[in-house]
């Protein structure tokens, strides 16, 4: 069953934006890490960035390098949802962008966000 719902992907020209979106149990807004992941044609899937919230509210985010500084990610406890803006894109942001609970193998992966940077 999958529980995470992906939005917001598209084809965008280089160093336009993109708003992604996931859609997640409210359960997981309470001392999960939630992370999107990008699969690029032909290669294996990896973190882009990952949000904790912790039980007290506050959270901790990372950012893979080679991003940091274009995307940010957020969690919008009231709507369920964790965002990642992706500012500045480069043709090598291309690919299929997923929302998945972390280091959580029992969660199936969605249909994920198809993001197409042309050059």
């Known amino acids: 069953q999958v529980l995470l719902v992906e939005s917001g992907g598209g084809r965008v020209q280089s160093a336009e934006s993109l708003r992604l979106s996931c859609v997640a149990p409210?359960?997981?807004?309470?001392?999960?890490?939630l992370g999107w992941y990008r699969q690029a044609p032909g290669k294996r899937r990896e973190m882009v960035a990952d949000?904790?919230?912790?039980?007290?509210?506050?959270?901790?985010?990372n950012v893979a390098d080679a991003v940091k500084g274009r995307f940010t990610i957020t969690m919008h406890g009231a709507s369920n949802t964790v965002v990642l803006q992706m500012n500045n894109l480069k043709p090598e942001a291309t690919g299929v962008y997923y929302c998945?609970?972390?280091?959580?193998?029992?969660?199936?992966w969605g249909q994920g966000t198809q993001v197409t940077v042309a050059a």
């Open positions: 409210v359960y997981m807004f309470s001392s999960w890490t």
């Open positions: 949000v904790t919230v912790g039980p007290t509210g506050g959270g901790n985010s």
């Open positions: 998945h609970p972390y280091s959580r193998d029992d969660y199936s």
